[in-house]
């Protein structure tokens, strides 16, 4: 999800259009010899990346290295949410977009509307670095079985708390439904969060509940015991800073953020679990710089690139490596470990039928 506060402001930043700029060079050869420059006038060549700000591909720092080492120029531009990245595929011309990261919900869309290209593993170096589950993450593969998206970072939508206010980490996301807690908690204003998590309380599969009524009736319940339902990182950095709130629902990137920012806060994935999100590469399918975006890929699964990321206080690595590679009482803090990765449910695709009756239910319930 880089300043993770940054990121969530991009809404900000929704109107920026993607640039329907002419692709340069370019051959079709395996990521070692991407081609960097135009023949004709000596330029960087420009790739193309769709992403979130502050999120890694605009970190000068990070990304020094690779644009010296392939004679290019990395041209950002900001989506808002998922679903505005779904459109922009669907509307830019080629050349337009050569790389860009959909997370495992709108990855299933992507896929069957032919919006990227399949992914050749055996270009990617890195890729058997990476975590086994995540080399066999099912929302990157087609119906046809072949691979459309690699895995780039996975975080989780747990439990940030005041270490200064509470002694002791909550243990259950039923703590976020009980009344001892009135007035000093807070859940994000999203249909998919707060469903996901009545969910996993009430038992029910958080990925495709059977009992959406017992979960509108919980959800109801646990409406008058928040301070607010929180909208942006920054709002949730402000109730936290201002000791409005002991604990509440928040992204694990964003509490690595705060704590290497000095503030007394802790990040737990429960006992129950939370939920978890995971953010892929992908090549658009107009892109015209296949190879470089390759040799892009490759470098951001890379070990160097992903620890040194989510030592700034990024999202967890999928590469392995990096990841044992991170202080283990940090990871930990921050739910970066394997024990957090084992313990998570991973936001799922979800058709357009549900996703309107989960917002229906949302809005009634805030409606209440």
């Given at each position: 999800?880089?300043?993770?506060?940054?990121?969530?402001?991009?809404?900000?930043?929704?109107?920026?259009?993607?640039?329907?700029?002419?692709?340069?060079?370019?051959?079709?050869?395996?990521?070692?010899?991407?081609t960097q420059d135009d023949s004709s006038s000596g330029e960087k060549t420009k790739l193309y990346v769709v992403n979130w700000k502050d999120y890694a591909s605009d970190d000068e720092e990070l990304m020094a290295q690779f644009e010296e080492e392939y004679h290019c120029e990395i041209v950002?531009?900001?989506?808002?949410?998922?679903?505005?990245?779904?459109?922009?595929?669907?509307?830019?011309?080629?050349?337009?977009?050569?790389?860009c990261l959909p997370n495992c919900s709108i990855l299933p869309a992507a896929i069957k509307d032919g919006l990227l290209k399949e992914i050749d593993t055996s270009k990617l170096e890195n890729f058997s670095a990476l975590y086994d589950r995540f080399q066999e993450q099912k929302e990157c593969f087609g119906e046809d079985g072949k691979m459309y998206a690699v895995p780039f970072v996975w975080g989780s939508t747990a439990i940030a708390y005041n270490t200064e206010l509470m002694s002791e980490a909550p243990n259950s996301l039923k703590c976020l439904f009980d009344e001892q807690y009135a007035g000093k908690l807070t859940i994000r204003d999203d249909y998919n969060d707060a469903i996901m998590a009545a969910a996993i309380v009430l038992g029910q599969d958080p990925t495709n509940p059977t009992d959406l009524d017992a979960i509108?009736?919980?959800?109801?319940?646990?409406?008058?015991?928040?301070?607010?339902?929180?909208?942006?990182?920054?709002?949730?950095?402000?109730?936290?800073?201002?000791?409005?709130?002991?604990?509440?629902m928040m992204w694990s990137g964003q509490a690595a953020t705060m704590k290497q920012e000095g503030e007394p806060i802790a990040f737990v994935v429960p006992e129950d679990g939370a939920i978890g999100w995971v953010d892929n590469w992908g090549i658009a399918a107009g892109s015209q710089h296949e190879d470089l975006a390759y040799a892009f890929i490759n470098y951001m699964i890379s070990k160097d690139v992903q620890y040194n990321w989510a030592s700034k206080g990024g999202p967890a690595p999928a590469n392995q490596s990096a990841a044992e590679s991170l202080d283990p009482d940090y990871a930990a803090s921050c739910g970066m470990d394997?024990?957090?990765?084992?313990?998570?449910?991973?936001?799922?695709?979800?058709?357009?039928?549900?996703?309107?009756?989960?917002?229906?239910?949302w809005t009634d319930v805030k409606a209440s």
């Open positions: 999800m880089k300043n993770w506060l940054k990121r969530m402001g991009a809404a900000a930043l929704s109107g920026v259009m993607l640039l329907a700029l002419a692709a340069c060079g370019g051959n079709n050869g395996d990521t070692s010899t991407a950002n531009t900001y989506m808002e949410s998922e679903e505005q990245l779904l459109t922009s595929l669907k509307t830019a011309s080629p050349g337009t977009i050569d790389v509108k009736d919980l959800l109801i319940k646990q409406k008058p015991l928040n301070r607010t339902y929180w909208q942006t990182g920054d709002e949730f950095s402000k109730l936290f800073a201002g000791g409005q709130i002991d604990f509440g394997e024990a957090s990765l084992n313990r998570l449910y991973f936001m799922a695709y979800q058709d357009d039928a549900t996703k309107a009756q989960w917002a229906e239910l």
